[in-house]
């Protein structure tokens, strides 16, 4: 396969300084890494805030820089190889199962793992990869380039899985963010007998709906302000959804409860009064599962964790060890994907893909395709 010299690129200079550049430098690869063609890449709620200048991206506050620009963004990216390094045998370097295990060829189709672990920390060296101290990931450094521009550079320790050729563009665009939404359901250890609420319907919040719908608890409750996306939850498995706006959240559940509460509350919803109606819905004893990413402090009454309920407070990061088998199921239609992704621009119109990410025209997850 011939590589060009130059590539589309969506570039990121710095806040709010995000450009389409149509004759960006192709990375060069190594002996140890493998270049892909892009066939498509989603966009994040984590790429429109870096965008607009979030302070966990860029700094502020307590916050310490993590971006190095200029940089292209996007993790969410799927296509095929197009050139080898001579020195690859194996990726993944160890971590876990389903990973290639060194035959591969160009023009096989292939996802990353959004993180590239350094493989000497004390995380990656107890299987904890998604931890990696330095946590160096795609689409947000300058010597890491993501998944907005014709072509991708991954390096040695990138953790990569076999994406089906059959499998549509629209389908194989959310491998990632369905594999984030089955470590966070995962964490939430949900059983038969368990009242689940799960709050936000966006991309990430469908993923966890027809996972957790598979886990079949007494009850999958979804919550979200758009009628739009409780229909498509309700599509995907929910037996109850409630949108704030119109329903009384805290009576609706303690009637169902018979007054205690859910037992497992899912925030990915991503502002603050998702996590304070969590903690009054929540029963005692109750686990609480964190997922989002704010771009605004969330203020609590931290009392209700301890003293009231002595709650489990758990976090979700990433998506270890999820890819196979979110694959395998995205491929065999066990984990519902119809219609999430909703819009594909191209490179050049990549400014009103942006917008339309955000939620403002009713769209579901939006990409780019190269």
């Not at 979804?222 to 109850?240: P, S, Y």
């Not at 994907?337 to 025209?361: H, Q, R």
């Given at each position: 396969?011939?590589?060009?010299?130059?590539?589309?690129?969506?570039?990121?200079?710095?806040?709010?300084?995000?450009?389409?550049?149509?004759?960006?430098?192709?990375?060069?690869?190594?002996?140890?890494?493998?270049?892909?063609?892009?066939?498509?890449?989603?966009?994040?709620?984590?790429?429109?805030?870096?965008?607009?200048?979030?302070?966990?991206?860029?700094?502020?506050?307590?916050?310490?820089?993590?971006?190095?620009?200029?940089?292209?963004?996007?993790?969410?990216?799927?296509?095929?190889?197009?050139?080898?390094?001579?020195?690859?045998?194996?990726?993944?370097?160890?971590?876990?199962?389903?990973?290639?295990?060194?035959?591969?060829?160009?023009?096989?189709?292939?996802?990353?793992?959004?993180?590239?672990?350094?493989?000497?920390?004390?995380?990656?060296?107890?299987?904890?990869?998604?931890?990696?101290?330095?946590?160096?990931?795609?689409?947000?450094?300058?010597?890491?380039?993501?998944?907005?521009?014709?072509?991708?550079?991954?390096?040695?320790?990138?953790?990569?899985?076999?994406?089906?050729?059959?499998?549509?563009?629209?389908?194989a665009l959310l491998i990632e963010p369905y594999s984030c939404a089955k470590h966070c359901v995962d964490r939430a250890r949900?059983?038969?007998?368990?009242?689940?609420?799960?709050?936000?319907?966006?991309?990430?919040?469908?993923?966890?709906?027809?996972?957790?719908?598979?886990?079949?608890?007494?009850?999958?409750?979804?919550?979200?302000?758009?009628?739009?996306?409780?229909?498509?939850?309700?599509?995907?498995?929910?037996?109850?959804?409630?949108?704030?706006?119109?329903?009384?959240?805290?009576?609706?559940?303690?009637?169902?409860?018979?007054?205690?509460?859910?037992?497992?509350?899912?925030?990915?919803?991503?502002?603050?009064?998702?996590?304070?109606?969590?903690?009054?819905?929540?029963?005692?004893?109750?686990?609480?599962?964190?997922?989002?990413?704010?771009?605004?402090?969330?203020?609590?009454?931290?009392?209700?964790?301890?003293?009231?309920?002595?709650?489990?407070?758990?976090?979700?990061?990433?998506?270890?060890?999820?890819?196979?088998?979110?694959?395998?199921?995205?491929?065999?239609?066990?984990?519902?994907?119809?219609?999430?992704?909703?819009?594909?621009?191209?490179?050049?119109?990549?400014?009103?893909?942006?917008?339309?990410?955000?939620?403002?025209?009713?769209?579901?997850?939006?990409?780019?395709?190269?």
């Amino acid at each position: 396969m011939e590589i060009p010299k130059t590539m589309k690129a969506i570039v990121a200079y710095g806040k709010n300084d995000y450009r389409f550049v149509p004759d960006f430098p192709v990375p060069q690869g190594t002996g140890d890494d493998i270049i892909i063609k892009t066939e498509g890449c989603g966009i994040c709620a984590g790429d429109l805030k870096c965008q607009k200048g979030a302070e966990m991206f860029w700094g502020g506050g307590i916050h310490k820089s993590f971006v190095r620009p200029p940089f292209i963004p996007g993790h969410e990216f799927v296509g095929t190889i197009a050139a080898i390094g001579e020195n690859v045998k194996s990726r993944g370097g160890g971590f876990g199962p389903g990973l290639i295990p060194g035959d591969l060829r160009v023009g096989d189709r292939i996802a990353a793992d959004q993180i590239v672990p350094c493989g000497e920390c004390r995380f990656c060296k107890t299987g904890h990869y998604w931890m990696c101290q330095p946590h160096e990931i795609f689409g947000f450094l300058s010597h890491l380039n993501g998944g907005m521009a014709e072509y991708v550079r991954l390096p040695k320790n990138s953790v990569i899985s076999r994406v089906p050729k059959d499998l549509p563009l629209e389908a194989a665009l959310l491998i990632e963010p369905y594999s984030c939404a089955k470590h966070c359901v995962d964490r939430a250890r949900i059983g038969c007998e368990d009242i689940v609420v799960i709050s936000g319907a966006g991309p990430l919040g469908l993923g966890m709906v027809t996972y957790a719908r598979l886990k079949n608890p007494a009850k999958l409750i979804v919550l979200d302000m758009q009628d739009n996306r409780l229909e498509k939850a309700k599509e995907f498995g929910a037996d109850l959804v409630w949108n704030p706006a119109k329903v009384d959240l805290l009576s609706e559940i303690m009637e169902l409860s018979g007054g205690y509460g859910c037992d497992i509350y899912i925030e990915c919803a991503g502002h603050p009064s998702s996590v304070v109606q969590g903690m009054q819905m929540i029963r005692k004893l109750g686990r609480f599962v964190e997922f989002s990413v704010f771009s605004e402090n969330v203020e609590l009454d931290w009392s209700i964790i301890g003293d009231r309920k002595e709650l489990d407070i758990l976090g979700a990061h990433l998506s270890p060890y999820c890819y196979p088998y979110v694959i395998e199921n995205i491929a065999n239609g066990k984990l519902k994907t119809d219609g999430v992704v909703s819009k594909i621009f191209k490179p050049e119109e990549w400014e009103e893909a942006f917008l339309c990410a955000a939620g403002t025209k009713g769209d579901l997850k939006v990409a780019l395709k190269f």
